[in-house]
């Protein structure tokens, strides 16, 4: 079965980094469009990035262009989404996600919390 898993989320001071990843099994990795979202406290989940199966093309929303960037290693089944310039605002569950045929698949979410 279909099954992603997210890391790398914490507690962040605003200004910093964090790289999330999110491993993949159970799909053919390396055709599969893959995609990073997120939802605040009392919010909608709202898209964040997204990549290609190449990984040559990608885009990121407007609130995190310049500052997020989304990358793949096909070899290890696995998107990365770096986050840099960290704000409060960026504070949210994070999950991947992908759709295979007609299905869409989200992780479990990890943890993003950014605060001084």
């Known amino acids: 079965q279909v099954q992603l898993v997210e890391s790398g989320g914490g507690l962040v001071q605003p200004g910093g980094s964090l790289r999330l990843s999110c491993a993949a099994s159970g799909i053919i990795f390396s055709t599969s469009v893959m995609g990073w979202y997120r939802q605040a406290p009392g919010k909608q989940r709202e898209w964040v990035a997204r990549i290609s199966p190449s990984g040559l093309t990608s885009f990121a929303a407007d609130s995190v262009k310049g500052r997020f960037t989304i990358s793949r290693d096909n070899a290890k089944y696995t998107v990365y989404l770096q986050m840099n310039s960290l704000k409060a605002e960026d504070t949210a569950v994070y999950y991947c996600?992908?759709?295979?045929?007609?299905?869409?698949?989200w992780g479990q979410g990890t943890q993003v919390t950014v605060s001084s």
């Open positions: 996600n992908t759709v295979q045929g007609s299905d869409l698949y």
